[in-house]
């Protein structure tokens, strides 16, 4: 009996089975094409964990025939690892056999220490496939960067969540006659595992564990996760109701209430960046020039959940919430940005008017292009009285004075 982890047991075994990846390995995508022409070339991953990183590498060895060693950064010195590559260039000068190199959270090495890979991937005596949780661009050297491909692997999707659930159910390496899930626990596994699919299996293999049931229920996997299972559908009907509460609640000006619907969103686990982009919306369009300064710290919170991740970014979206919450409100800005798009849509395109046309050339100066413009800067407060507006807009005004 194979006691290794559900999600080792059930790891897709053919490119076929990867989900979420498409942009990868659909028709006419870039590691289509290095399979398609049979060349393999040095490469990066960069994506959040449990999305498919290491399978994609072991499925590049599997495709190609190729040797593969795996190594964890956090776990491998970089002393260990030259001895394998010293090897591997061995056994390619001798029998021409390729050697696929995986290191795991490469970030993890400085980049003094990345630099023990350059040689041998520059000689191609090793085929390096990296992966990293971390944006290449400021973990690894430039150096390797210039001789490796960079590929974004995606989160997985709620949808590709509960696929790799059901498979693992179905699957006689997985739970297959063993155990069956309920519909709300099935829900219950996409919504707590964020995208990763090895806690989604994870916590399905420790529920059928401790199930003395065929069937895994809510129940058990609320004890096992140590988690409560909230009313929250990250693709249905709540999930819009949720996000609509929190939007009114601080344009309400109510912290409290706004730190509320954040809660329960973060706690059924909704997608943080998702949150994130939703309050830098809602600084532009509720609060807008009352207080600038608030699309700056909304920015600000959307990188620090994309740099912490959670539970750590959880606190920088209460700040955030709290900040727009207490603002000043206007959507001025908005509504002149409305009213200039419906004009920009429903009239008609009006030339613009010769005086505040550019004239790079000379002819463009004889036919009036510029002819009479006023340059601000040569009158008082560098204020001139002059018009901007097409002729069928004349004196139009979207903002107020």
């Given at each position: 009996m194979d006691k290794?982890?559900?999600?080792?047991?059930?790891?897709?075994?053919?490119?076929?089975?990867?989900l979420g990846q498409d942009h990868l390995l659909g028709p006419g995508c870039p590691i289509r094409k290095q399979i398609e022409k049979n060349r393999l070339f040095s490469m990066v991953f960069f994506g959040p964990p449990g999305s498919g990183k290491t399978t994609i590498a072991r499925l590049?060895?599997?495709?190609?025939?190729a040797h593969f060693i795996s190594f964890s950064a956090a776990m491998s010195s970089i002393t260990e690892i030259k001895k394998f590559m010293k090897k591997a260039e061995e056994q390619k000068h001798l029998y021409g056999h390729e050697t696929i190199v995986f290191i795991d959270e490469i970030h993890r090495f400085n980049k003094a220490q990345q630099d023990a890979f350059l040689p041998y991937v520059e000689k191609g005596s090793i085929i390096l496939i990296g992966a990293t949780t971390e944006n290449p661009s400021f973990e690894l050297n430039s150096s390797l960067l210039s001789r490796v491909k960079v590929y974004m692997v995606n989160p997985l999707s709620f949808d590709d969540i509960r696929k790799i659930v059901k498979r693992a159910l179905n699957s006689e390496k997985g739970l297959a006659g063993k155990h069956t899930l309920t519909t709300?626990?099935?829900?219950?596994?996409?919504?707590?595992?964020?995208?990763?699919?090895?806690?989604?299996?994870?916590a399905l293999e420790l529920s059928a564990l401790a199930s003395h049931r065929d069937n895994i229920d809510l129940k058990t996997l609320e004890d096992i996760v140590q988690k409560k299972a909230l009313k929250y559908d990250k693709q249905g009907e709540e999930h819009y109701n949720i996000i609509s509460a929190l939007h009114k609640s601080l344009r309400g000006s109510?912290?409290?209430a706004g730190l509320y619907w954040l809660a329960r969103m973060l706690e059924a686990g909704e997608d943080p960046l998702y949150?994130?982009?939703?309050?830098?919306?809602?600084?532009?369009?509720?609060?807008?020039?009352?207080?600038?300064?608030?699309?700056?710290?909304?920015i600000a919170v959307k990188d620090a959940v994309h740099f912490m991740g959670r539970p750590e970014g959880d606190l920088a979206l209460a700040e955030c919430v709290v900040y727009l919450a207490r603002a000043p409100k206007?959507?001025?800005?908005?509504?002149?940005?409305?009213?200039?798009?419906?004009?920009?849509?429903?009239t008609q395109a009006a030339p613009v008017p010769m005086h505040i046309r550019n004239a790079p050339t000379r002819l463009m100066k004889k036919l009036g292009y510029g002819k009479n413009y006023k340059y601000p800067h040569d009158y008082p407060n560098t204020k001139v009285s002059q018009e901007y507006m097409p002729e069928n807009l004349k004196n139009k005004k979207y903002l107020k004075d």
């Open positions: 290794s982890p559900l999600a080792d047991r059930i790891r897709p075994v053919c490119f076929e089975e990867v590049f060895a599997k495709q190609f025939a709300d626990g099935l829900d219950f596994i996409a919504n707590i595992s964020d995208g990763d699919a090895r806690v989604a299996l994870n109510n912290a409290d949150i994130a982009r939703r309050l830098v919306r809602f600084a532009v369009e509720d609060v807008g020039a009352a207080d600038p300064q608030a699309l700056v710290v909304a206007s959507n001025e800005i908005y509504l002149a940005y409305e009213a200039a798009k419906q004009d920009a849509l429903e």
